[in-house]
């Protein structure tokens, strides 16, 4: 199928050509005819499908033939409120559509005084939007269109209520589309009170399986203190271009990408807790190939589509399949071949199993053969940094008196060797176990953890 087939304004075609879209993926080309025939719809479909464009190109048309005036699209963070607005200003330009995006963080004047000078499509998060409309800022916006994009993400989010609660202030005579990767009950319970006898599509993208033979999964089992190590060691390694890792809470994030910064590495962490402005100006380095690394929260990267990412490496396995499943497919996107490549511990060998079972992800364990175990400039700069974060606990005076050391650069020295082997767990010039180490491992991991059970049976 050819984009001429929908009839587009010269405009938006225009637009469609120069963003170098030749044919319509297949939710585009099963959604734009019923989003142009004003039917409601339910789409299930991931980021990466071009299903930004499938809600978008039909609004863009509506709008440049003055069908509709305004339409407002429902984001559930920030990064996505930008990209989408981003993509559909970029789209509609040439027939003069003003977008803007909408979300908390930034102050409200430059905000509100756009939406009254009558932008054509608002893209904005929940909670702002909220305020917004409470506080009577914006009575004026009355959108005909309104898109909730990643409704799954919004529930997982806890924005649910506010978007029931924007829906109190928009038109009851108004086209709604509703789009998520997955459709549990509340979000059908919510299509079902918000959306007229909609039409359901789903697409099933090479992201929502995890055989995306495009994508090449390895695991590395290590210990827990290795992480840094593997990371490090991994990256060096690995011919990447652009990589994203996967932490699992902002504090880590900080602290690996603090880690990989003062080892020279072009990285930058990205979480919620980060200025919004910076948070802008970073994913739009690392989208510009000036950052290569990114150390990212889930939250934080959820729905950005950054072309070019050839690595993607859980720092720390996730904690539901879902979640791999999106974490991965940041690479391997748009026919390009990707890598992911996960860290677990022997106690977390378990979520890696269930989610092998769960999405059937094809994932291999590896090894890394490591420069003969020798101390390199990395393993000092690693311990320089590590060493300089670690605080003087008190009594140490104590102990060095107590240990009748008189050469203390001697002592120094057997201190330092002290931590490097201790630091060495497993073998000091390889990363990740073998299979049968692996197996030898996991076994006994279980068995402590049925003794411990036994343990406290007996107890209570
Ligand atoms: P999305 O699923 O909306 O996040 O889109 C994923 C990427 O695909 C974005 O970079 C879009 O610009 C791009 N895209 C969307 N539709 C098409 C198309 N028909 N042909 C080529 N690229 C597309």
Known sequence: MNFSEFNFNSDISKGVKIAGFREPSPIQEEAIPLIL?????????????????????????????SEVEKALIIT?????????????????????????????????????????????????????????????????FNPEIVVLDEADEMLDMGFLEPVKE???????????????????????????????????????????????NKIEQKYYVIEESQRDDAIVNLLESEDYDKALIFCRMKR?????????????????GLHGDIEQMDRDEIVKKFRRDKIEILIATDVAARGLDIKGVTHVFNYHIPFDPQSYVHRIGRTGRAGKDGKAITLVSVEEFKELKRIQKDVGAAMELAVLNVDGGEISDEDIESLKF????IDVV???????????????????KKLLSYTINSERVGTSDSIGYDRDETDRLYKEYLSEQKATKRKKGRRN
Not at 81 to 99: H, N, P
Not at 404 to 409: A, F, S, T, V
Request: hydrophobic share 40%.
């Open 394 to 412: 008190d009594g140490v005076e104590d102990i060095i008196e107590k240990l009748e050391c008189k050469d203390r650069d001697e002592m120094l």
């Open 76 to 140: 559930p963070t920030r990064e996505l409120a930008s990209q989408v607005s981003d993509e559909l200003y970029y789209l509609g330009r040439f027939a003069g559509i003003r977008t803007l995006a909408v979300y908390g963080g930034v102050g409200y004047g430059r905000q509100i005084a756009l939406i009254n000078k009558g932008v054509q499509i608002v893209v904005a998060t929940p909670g702002r939007l909220r305020d917004l409309y409470q506080k009577g800022k914006i009575d004026n």
């Open 252 to 268: 880590e994030v900080d602290r690996v990408a603090e880690h990989l910064k003062a080892l020279g590495f072009n990285a930058e």
């Open 166 to 212: 924007i829906f109190e202030y928009i038109p009851q005579n108004r086209q709604t589309l509703l789009f998520s990767a997955t459709m549990p009950e509340p979000i059908k319970d919510l299509a079902e009170t918000l959306l007229y006898n909609p039409e359901y599509i789903s697409v099933v993208s090479d992201e929502d399986s995890t055989t995306n």
């Open 37 to 65: 025939d004003g039917i409601d719809i339910v789409a299930q479909a991931h980021t990466g499908t071009g299903k930004t464009a499938a809600f978008g190109l039909p609004i863009l048309e509506k709008i440049a033939n």
């Open 386 to 389: 590590k060493i300089s974060s």
